[in-house]
């Protein structure tokens, strides 16, 4: 079953094309607007840690802790020791706060440039970067930006100037976190199975598509399937979605099961309902 977390609006470009300024600048606007907003960082920095050798702290991972929690009067910072290697776009998902509305990423250009489910802001410095980007990136971009947006005889074209059009950008990403929360909204309506017999490749598009009035629930097969099944599986008084083929094998091996008892008899057709919980 598939697991989406919060929306991710990613600020990518070429090194010193203003993206730190940029961000700065977003969360302020997004925050004074309501949004509760999660910021991450890449360091491209070898071998940074935003803890000292030497430390209570860097002593306690170098004994095994993992992660690590320094509590002061200002800040409580969790450090884990994870190398960038296991890194993913989901395990950010581990450090969301309640509430939190949306995630925004400087960088991480390796992990959001072909992830067509997080949307980009782009800065530029020229021509060239622009048309570079346009080649590459796969996804929804919510805009091209630049502190000094390049001169270019390309009617097509965009670069917004960050200074003169923040409040654009600012719009932009407000109506692409609004529409992402309907998304999931409609999500969490259907099974998450992935099954790809909707003609979409997740349970995530083909919620997009309805949430655009593409396509319709019905659409979903395991859904409709539902209510025609013979079995049903609830873990901790939720109900998991199954596929056909897959809800047959689970009420044949209980029916199997069940007629090996001394006693019991099965005819083959029964209903099978498999509670399972979670002990307290």
């Given at each position: 079953m598939s697991q989406r977390i919060l929306p991710i609006v990613a600020v990518i470009g070429y090194k010193k094309s203003g993206k730190t300024t940029l961000i700065r600048s977003l969360i302020a606007e997004l925050r004074s607007?309501?949004?509760?907003?999660?910021s991450?960082?890449?360091?491209h920095m070898k071998e940074?840690?935003?803890?000292?050798?030497?430390?209570?702290?860097?002593?306690?991972?170098?004994?095994?802790a993992n992660p690590v929690v320094c509590?002061?009067?200002?800040?409580?910072?969790?450090?884990?020791?994870?190398a960038q290697s296991n890194f993913s776009l989901e395990r950010l998902s581990e450090y969301t706060m309640k509430g939190t509305d949306l995630i925004l990423l400087e960088g991480f250009s390796r992990w959001t440039l072909k992830n067509k489910s997080v949307a980009k802001v782009v800065m530029v410095k020229s021509e060239l970067e622009y048309k570079e980007y346009q080649r590459d990136i796969v996804g929804r971009v919510l805009c091209v930006c630049s502190f000094?947006?390049?001169r270019t005889s390309d009617a097509k074209m965009e670069v917004l100037g960050v200074e003169r059009d923040l409040e654009t950008i600012v719009e932009k990403i407000v109506d692409?976190?609004?529409?992402e929360k309907k998304t999931y909204a409609v999500l969490n309506e259907l099974p998450?199975?992935?099954?790809?017999?909707?003609?979409?490749?997740?349970?995530f598009d083909l919620a997009r598509a309805i949430e655009r009035g593409e396509m319709s629930k019905k659409s979903c097969i395991p859904m409709n399937l539902g209510s025609k099944l013979m079995?049903?599986?609830?873990l901790d008084e939720k109900e998991i979605p199954l596929q056909a083929f897959v809800s047959e094998i689970i009420r044949r091996s209980m029916l199997g099961m069940l007629s090996t008892l001394k006693g019991v008899e099965t005819k083959g057709n029964e209903f099978i309902e498999v509670k399972v919980s979670t002990p307290h």
């Open positions: 607007r309501g949004y509760k907003v999660m991450a960082k890449h360091v940074f840690t935003m803890d000292a050798e030497g430390t209570d702290t860097w002593w306690h991972s170098n004994a095994g509590v002061s009067d200002l800040e409580t910072t969790v450090l884990y020791k994870k000094s947006p390049p692409f976190v609004e529409g998450q199975l992935d099954c790809g017999k909707c003609g979409f490749e997740s349970c079995c049903r599986v609830i």
